[in-house]
Nanobody, 132 residues
Framework: VQLQASGGGLVQAGGSLRLSCAAS????????VGWFRQAPGKEREFVAA?????????????AYVDSVKGRFTISRNNNKDTVFLQMNSLKREDSAVYFC?????????????????????WGQGTLVTVSS
């Protein structure tokens, strides 16, 4: 699956941005899709993930890093070919390049625990800069 990330930009602290990760040529029905971020000089870290696998009929399986819980929300569209990351109450420490990634047949929690190098699919990064 090919992933296309978009939506980054410059925002003041306390503001909001919405990132999108679109799948090319297929849907995410059997994939966990997640967002990771990498700040200058730091390792890439997990942010949030969503998956049909491990979820219920009504709700997909989701997972978040503790630092974004209550501020970020991951979701997908009804066609299941785009995943969104709504980021509210942004802080300067949220500044990073954000990458979307996908792993087939995984739950959101499984994707969160994978070693970065073992994740099969990555989109290009999109830069988020939060100013004070």
């Amino acid at each position: 699956v090919q992933l296309q990330a978009s939506g980054g930009g410059l925002v003041q602290a306390g503001g909001s941005l919405r990132l999108s990760c679109a799948a090319s040529g297929r849907t995410y029905s059997d994939y966990a899709v997640g967002w990771f971020r990498q700040a200058p000089g730091k390792e890439r870290e997990f942010v949030a993930a969503i998956s049909e696998i491990g979820g219920t009929t009504a709700n997909a399986d989701t997972a978040y890093v503790d630092s974004v819980k209550g501020r970020f929300t991951i979701s997908r569209n009804n066609n299941k070919d785009t995943v969104f990351l709504q980021m509210n109450s942004l802080k300067r420490e949220d500044s990073a390049v954000y990458f979307c990634a996908a792993e087939r047949w995984s739950t959101a929690r499984e994707l969160a625990r994978l070693v970065i190098g073992d994740i099969d699919y990555w989109g290009q990064g999109t830069l988020v800069t939060v100013s004070s």
